[in-house]
């Protein structure tokens, strides 16, 4: 994994719904844990009632991690509201105990972000990064992700400063999904004047799939819908 995600003192994952940011932002604080740093995950996806980072409490208590996140009363058709502390704990974020943000798939769910843009400004060493996947009906092209990139940075206020490629199709996901993925990234990299940072790929192809000087993350599949 790249030791830039490691050892930044706050990460923040934004991305269009169905990107994988959840199951990406467990993946970084399993191994930020796992290095013997003292993680903090704050989940400010209010929207999404699906697919959330406490949904995985008993894990991230086993990793040593600590949890804020959304207060629901117990299903999914509540309105949910953040817990208290966020906004210290952000602000507190160090290379000794980082932060990782996993934020609302999409401009409506980035505002929860705007809240804390003071906090997370206030941190110099952090990643503001754009996750994408190129196999979603919402992304499937450059201009499609682009449109989406700048929507949630209107929304939140805050500028992206990197981007990771997340592109897969879950059990179907291929060499050719991947290479896909890859050259597509790299093109909206050079639009948007971002550097992209990490190259997240199913485990099974962590060895084997070319990719230049990128580092290649292979990733655990924590999050599942469901009805899978």
């Keep these: 994994m790249d030791t830039l995600l490691i ?3 706050l990460t923040v994952i934004c991305g269009p719904l169905g990107a994988g940011k959840t199951n990406f932002a467990l993946n970084l604080v399993k191994a930020q844990a796992a290095a013997g740093l003292k993680v903090t995950l704050i989940d400010l996806d209010i929207v999404n009632p699906y697919f959330r980072s406490g949904n995985y409490l008993s894990e991230l208590k086993s990793w040593g991690v600590r949890f804020l996140g959304p207060v629901h009363s117990g299903d999914n058709l509540d309105t949910p509201s953040l817990m208290p502390g ?8 160090s290379s000794t105990a980082p932060v990782v943000l996993d934020v609302g798939g999409d401009p409506e769910g980035a505002r ?3 809240r804390f843009k003071a906090q997370i400004e206030s941190v110099t060493d952090r990643q503001v990064l754009f996750l994408l996947n190129f196999s979603l009906q919402e992304t499937p092209t450059v201009a499609a992700a682009q449109a989406v990139l700048h929507q949630v940075e209107a929304s939140s206020g805050l500028a992206f400063t990197a981007l990771a490629d997340n592109t897969h199709l ?4 291929d060499e050719a999904c991947l290479e896909r993925g890859l050259l597509l990234s790299r093109e909206l990299a050079v639009r ?5 940072v990490v190259m997240a790929v199913p485990a099974p192809f962590a060895q084997c799939f070319p990719a230049g000087d990128l580092p290649l993350w292979p990733l655990q599949v924590i999050v599942k819908a469901n009805w899978e």
């Design 192 to 196: 948007a004047g971002l550097p992209l």
């Design 112 to 114: 929860s972000l705007g």
């Design 86 to 93: 966020i906004d210290l704990a952000i602000a507190r974020a």
């Design 170 to 173: 879950k059990q179907f996901t």
């Design 7 to 9: 050892n930044s003192a």
